[in-house]
Every structure is written in C-alpha cells, then in structure tokens.
C-alpha cells in the first residue's frame, strides 16, 4: 500500500498473542498513516476482526456501525479466574453443572442486563483502570453497566466445556457472560477461547491478516462501507467548496443526516439537516 495518504476502513484478522494496539501500530507503519483509530477493541488472548479508520477517516468513528457484534466463544466449567479467561489464575472450583441448568442460564442472559465488567478491564474508577488496581492486588468497586444480549447458539457440548455464537451489543464482555453462566448454572466458568466474527456491516472472513497488513497486501474499503444506513447526498463542485469551507448547502433527502460525496462516490462530509439546508459536521476534505 506504499506510503501515500490514505482514507477509508481496514479490517484485520488479530491473531492471538498481540494486543489490538500491535495491529493498529502494524497498520500505521504499513500504510504510513499516524492516524488510524479503531473500533473497538480485542484482548491479546481473542482473534478475529478489528475494525480499524484510517486518516481523516477516524473523524467518522461516531457514526460507524458497530453492531451487532457476533463472537465465537468456548466456555469451562469447573472454575473461575482473577481475569475471568484463561489467563487468569483459579479464585474458585466448582462442580460441572447439569445441562438443563446452562441452557437456563443462558435464557436468563438473555436481553439488556446489568452486566458487571471484569476486575481486569479497562473501565475506569476514580481515573484509574480496573486492570491496573487488579494488577496490584486492590478491590475497586467496579458499577455495573447496561448491556443488551441478543442470542446465544449452543454449537457444541463436551465433558466440561461448550462452543458458543453470542450475538450482543457494543460493550458487552464474553468473559463476564462466561463468569455469569457459570454461576448461574450452579457450577463456575470463564472464557478459554474468543473470536470476533461480526461487527456491524463487516464480517471477519472480508478482513486481512495481520502478516498481509505487515506486508503492505491489505486493501482499504471506503469510508461509507462502515455507514450502510447512512442516507447519501452526491454535491455537484461548487457545493463541495463551501463544504469543505463549512459552510451549508441546499439538501433535497429529507433525512436529519446525510453522507455528502462527491461524484466519485467519496464522502466529503457528514450532514445535518437544518431547515432545507445540509450543516456539515464533520468534514474529509481540506478547504
């Protein structure tokens, strides 16, 4: 991919054993782009896809489609950890559960829930990250959050663990699931496997791998591939002008918001609707 600007969506396949911030550095010195951002994150442990915004596109990451997010996950039974995944050491064993008792457990996490994050996670408290408290050894009051599960698919039973699909929304932890189930289910659990497979419009068999991003093989997808409901308004070359000037524009969609591209198909900027008018927000294109 060289070293020229660049702008629009990459997707990589993490693999395990690199943290999502290893991919995203991997990705800068491929491309020679400092700005990427990313949306959302996956543990060192977990693979599968990582969505990531290059250049100007990072100014986009508000209106990017993250959901739903679709993970592949394999819970034990028999114990809990201090990470709530396989990395973590044993605090708790217990007896395996009965079937019957997980598959209620997973109705019950089913829908929006107030799910408490992992004590090795990134949530802040009082300005510090939970993980670096757990790292010493302190108790942090970790709140609960609202997080929304919308399926489980139980794909394969074992002696003491199961392969799950779990389909859920933005924020919500597996490993906590993996926590939750256990006890639920009258026994103890966590995560010894995670894969990210969905996440919004993007799917994880149409991303690079790590060695192809590293090798300069990966192909950038355009910015509106991350914003498929989005409505689009193409603007003719003055109206382009003033756009990337800030300045409003006639609008004939009549939704609140808008994609405004130019006749190439690139966004220029997003629009809100104000009266019969485009208001860019955020804009792509220098002045």
Do not use: N
Not at 76 to 100: I, K, M, S, Y
Not at 270 to 281: A, F, V
């Amino acid at each position: 991919m060289g070293t020229r600007q660049a702008d629009g969506v990459l997707l990589v396949d993490k693999p395990a054993g690199v943290t999502s911030h290893d991919v995203v550095a991997a990705a800068r010195r491929a491309l020679g782009v400092r700005r990427i951002g990313h949306a959302g994150t996956l543990d060192p442990f977990a693979t599968g896809l990582l969505v990531l915004l290059v250049g100007r596109a990072t100014r986009l990451l508000p209106y990017v489609e993250g959901e739903p997010k679709v993970y592949e996950a394999t819970i034990r039974f028999g114990a809990e950890t201090t990470t709530d995944d396989a990395t973590g050491d044993v605090t708790v064993r217990a007896p395996l559960p009965a079937r019957d008792a997980v598959e209620r457990g997973m109705t019950a996490l089913t829908g929006t829930l107030d799910q408490l994050p992992p004590a090795f996670s990134a949530k802040k408290v009082g300005g510090r990250r939970a993980y670096d408290a757990a790292r010493r050894g302190e108790a942090i009051a970790l709140a609960p959050a609202r997080v929304r599960v919308d399926r489980w698919e139980l794909r394969a039973w074992r002696l003491d663990e199961i392969d799950v699909t779990i389909t859920c929304g933005a924020g919500t932890y597996i490993r906590a699931l993996a926590r939750d189930l256990g006890r639920l289910a009258g026994s103890a659990a966590h995560l010894t496997a995670l894969r990210r497979v969905r996440s919004g419009p993007f799917t994880v068999s149409d991303a690079a791998s790590l060695d192809d991003v590293r090798a300069g093989r990966a192909t950038l997808r355009p910015v509106l591939d991350a914003m498929p409901s989005l409505p689009v308004e193409r603007i003719d070359e003055p109206a382009l002008v003033r756009v990337a000037r800030g300045q409003d524009v006639p609008a004939t969609s009549l939704a609140p918001r808008a994609a405004l591209v130019d006749p190439d198909g690139a966004v220029v900027a997003i629009g809100e609707r104000r009266g019969e008018r485009w208001q860019p927000r955020v804009v792509l294109r220098d002045a």
